[in-house]
């Protein structure tokens, strides 16, 4: 069995739940309206502040901090939401997925019903932002870069259910020729973003429509949302209306403009981006403030490419890595781990820097190694994190 992988089998009784009501009528609670009030117009959950650093009007990174420590899976309620816009309402009535491009053998579209009621898997995978860590390039580097700057927020792990895309490509058969499959968003913005076949055929690569147990959250991309695992999160489309499979790579703003490498570091066609780096981050504020005496300092670190195998903390800035982390409950890959870490602090100020090692013997490059790039993706060198000890 591999880890944090489940596979179901149609069940009759869950989806009756599903069609009949629980889910949808759950879902659409929250539907036009009645989440307006409390997270504002662009966005349908409440973004608390005590959960939420809020980037603009439909961004968010979750607060580290307010996790509950050793609990991998994070909950629904501070999952970071990177929107290009607002959150659209969908209704599951109206909405179709559409199987079709120059590449299959017979289009097909599929209702909310007949999503729901096809075998489904669940599997425990992170998202993060490709601009997750932007703000450590002006930090750390003095580098200015375009772009929200998010700390380390903009990750979040959670249970996804759904049907693989490779069982939906079957449905609709794909020609020899096939070699793109893009997933379209109903977003105003048609946000979508192409992958190559051998990605989309990959067993945990889904279009999900539940998340931690619940019908998928508008926000996080209801009806139906693509989860590419180890992939920047560009490429896990939301409020999926379309697979639009082809033979050429579609050119969109999301493989031209954005989520491509720009600057003078990469003078070629600029690289378009795809799997994620290895991180870690202190669950601390930025910066901290704690009492000084015997702490116990925790924090996350991830890897796009499997297991967390160790993490090892700096407390000289980042010279020297002398200490190893505890490892803390559930290490799943391409998930991550909790990790802490005791240390005796007399007042003053202390810097607590933590540097993943996954299964493979990825590691973070230090600092001097971090290459830049014009608009601040892929953050992977350690990161010093300020606290003051009072
Ligand atoms: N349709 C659509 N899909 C989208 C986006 C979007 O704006 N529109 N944003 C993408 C980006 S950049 C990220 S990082 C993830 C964020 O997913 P989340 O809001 O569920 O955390 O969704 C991706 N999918
Ligand atoms: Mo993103």
New binding site residues.
Partial sequence: MVPGVRIHHRSRRRFLALAGGGGITAALACAPGAGRARGGPELVKALSPELFIRHGAHNAETRLESLPVGRLVTPIDR???????PTPRLSPADWRLEIHGDAVERPVSLTYEELVALPTMTITRY?????NGRAYFPDLLGLPVDGDPWRDG?Y?VAEWTGVPLSSLLALAGLRDSAAWVMPV???A?G???PMPLAKAMMADTILAHRMNGEALPM???FPA?VVVPGW?????????GALEVTAQQPAVAANTED?VMLGADYPGPPPVLTALVIKSAVCLPWPAVLPAGRRTIHGLAWSPFGKIARVDVSLDGGRTYPRAARLVGDNLPVAGTWWELDVEAPPGDLTVTPRAVDEHGHTQPPLVQQRPNDKGYLFAAPVPHPIRFV
């Fill in positions: 999952f970071y939401v990177r929107n290009h816009g998202l993060e932002c490709a601009g903009a979040g968003g109903l977003d913005e946000y979508a973003r926000d996080h991309g949302r920047i999160g560009a490429a896990s489309v939301k409020w999926v989520y």
